[in-house]
């Protein structure tokens, strides 16, 4: 079956016995077959819903600045922004080159710049250093851009529920039948089998274990420089 949501579906119809759906009965389902339809979605939900930071839902963005505006509204659909991946990209026009921006806090900001919102002289704009957070769901920068520069960032986004036949779920399909075992667990519980729930569901919580094992989980490295009798000793040790 395609990877797409009907084809979820009814992966899910025929591990319970149901006859499959088709195109053109999928948007009218009710009953039993709704429930299935509802279960998929919640499984998709409870797998991003369990970690912040999935690959899969990672997005590359820029936004072009606005000479003198400092402040810039977040994604609709951002979950979280990884703030030490902005930089300034390399334009020739412009005659930048590509540029980290350093992280400062909100409460700096307001310590030592947030003149710059106030003052329209165009002297007082330049190409920012930093990038900061407000309370209120934007970024913003210093100083105010005295260009049209182009900022690129990271974040990781909130996925919507699938809603037409056809959609495909941002979860890779090597993860097709986690979604099914959730979809499953939901569905037992639809239909008051309370054993079979429990048990999907157990399986459900291993493979998303598994998901973070091979995405998730990551090793650093300590350098150690401990200085030993007659000579330096350099090692790394792993954490995690």
């Not at 899910?12 to 016995?17: P, T």
């Not at 350093?102 to 990038?131: F, G, M, Q, W």
């Not at 569905?187 to 008051?192: D, I, S």
């Not at 429990?198 to 998901?211: G, P």
């Amino acid at each position: 079956m395609a990877y797409n949501y009907i084809g979820l579906v009814n992966d899910v119809n025929h591990r319970l016995n149901e006859v499959e759906l088709t195109s053109v009965n999928f948007s009218a389902a009710v009953g039993e077959y709704s429930a299935i339809k509802d279960a998929v979605n919640a499984s998709i939900r409870y797998i991003n819903q369990h970690e912040y930071e999935w690959p899969f839902n990672h997005v590359d963005q820029e936004e072009t600045l606005t000479a003198g505006t400092v402040r810039y509204a977040f994604p609709s659909d951002c979950k979280t922004i990884d703030f030490s991946s902005f930089r300034i990209k390399r334009d020739a026009t412009l005659g930048n080159a590509t540029k980290r921006l350093n992280v400062i806090t909100y409460e700096e900001y307001l310590d030592k710049h947030v003149d710059i919102e106030y003052n329209d002289s165009t002297t007082a704009r330049a190409l920012p250093d930093y990038v900061f957070r407000t309370p209120s769901l934007e970024f913003g920068f210093v100083a105010a851009p005295d260009k049209a520069y182009i900022v690129c960032y990271e974040y990781y986004r909130l996925p919507v529920d699938l809603i037409s036949h056809s959609d495909v779920p941002a979860i890779p399909e090597q993860f097709r039948n986690t979604i099914i075992d959730g979809a499953m667990h939901y569905a037992y519980l639809f239909r008051g089998e309370s054993q079979e729930a429990s048990m999907m569901q157990q399986r459900f919580l291993d493979e998303i274990k598994s998901m973070r094992s091979l995405y998730i989980n990551r090793y650093d490295y300590l350098r150690s420089t401990v200085i030993t009798r007659g000579h330096t000793s350099v090692s790394s040790f792993r954490v995690g």
